[in-house]
């Protein structure tokens, strides 16, 4: 019964490296999300996308970007991760296209940069 | 751009306390809301959603919530909770984009039954 899957459920990376977080969906969904998930701030949108190679930045896309070259994977890439990049990542998939039918969420990916 | 006001960060009942956690938006247009819960551990799931017609729905789990399109509001309801009701509530609410339907998130409200 798995619709969205992360790949990390923790990581551990270092400043100044390159982080690639993954999500794939098994729903045919073409919206794909990537939101980042800190206390007392909700939830943030970075990026998205609508379709195959096709992407649209959020609204804090600084210092990420991403990937989509199959309909079901989606790609977060922090270029340079840094501390203030720690946080809790989300990945969610939705149906509806300009519309929005509601989002079926990954487990998330705790990221910890040191 | 829309915005979603949660008026509580964190609730604290008695089990078979009423709930009501108060979600305000601003957008001038049409919109599509949304309640999500995320239980300790586990991933955020949708709880229910408005998109039109009747502004009462109700979701799993016996919630439900009332759209008030003159208030901007969209509250979350359960007349009895429970101690597994214990978790993290998001409202969201979503627009209509040119290429993708997105949500913002309020900042959540955190839900403490105690038994």
């Known amino acids: 019964d798995v619709k969205v899957t992360q790949s990390s459920r923790y990581l551990v990376k270092r400043t100044g490296e390159k982080v690639f977080l993954e999500c794939v969906q098994d729903m045919d969904h073409e919206n794909m999300f990537w939101y980042r998930q800190d206390p007392g701030l909700g939830l943030r949108l970075i990026y998205f996308s609508y379709d195959v190679k096709m992407k649209e930045k959020g609204d804090i896309p600084e210092g990420y970007s991403v990937s989509r070259e199959k309909k079901e994977r989606f790609s977060l890439i922090l270029e340079s991760a840094s501390t203030n990049q720690t946080s809790m990542y989300l990945c969610?998939?939705?149906?509806?296209?300009?519309?929005?039918?509601?989002?079926?969420f990954g487990s998330g990916t705790r990221l910890t940069v040191v | 751009a829309q915005s979603v006001s949660q008026h509580n960060h964190h609730v604290i009942l008695s089990e078979a306390a009423s709930l009501e956690l108060g979600c305000n938006y601003s957008?001038?247009?049409?919109?599509?809301l949304f309640w999500y819960v995320q239980y300790p551990g586990q991933h955020l799931q949708l709880l229910l959603k408005y998109f039109s017609g009747d502004p009462l729905v109700k979701g799993i789990k016996g919630f439900e919530a009332e759209f008030i399109k003159s208030k901007f509001s969209f509250n979350l309801r359960k007349p009895s909770v429970q101690w597994s009701d214990t978790a993290e509530y998001f409202c969201?609410?979503?627009?209509?984009?040119?290429?993708?339907?997105?949500?913002?998130f309020g900042d959540g409200t955190t839900l403490t039954v105690k038994p």
């Open positions: 969201a609410v979503s627009t209509y984009n040119t290429n993708a339907g997105k949500s913002t």
């Open positions: 957008y001038g247009g049409t919109v599509n």
């Open positions: 969610a998939s939705s149906d509806g296209g300009t519309a929005n039918y509601g989002y079926t």
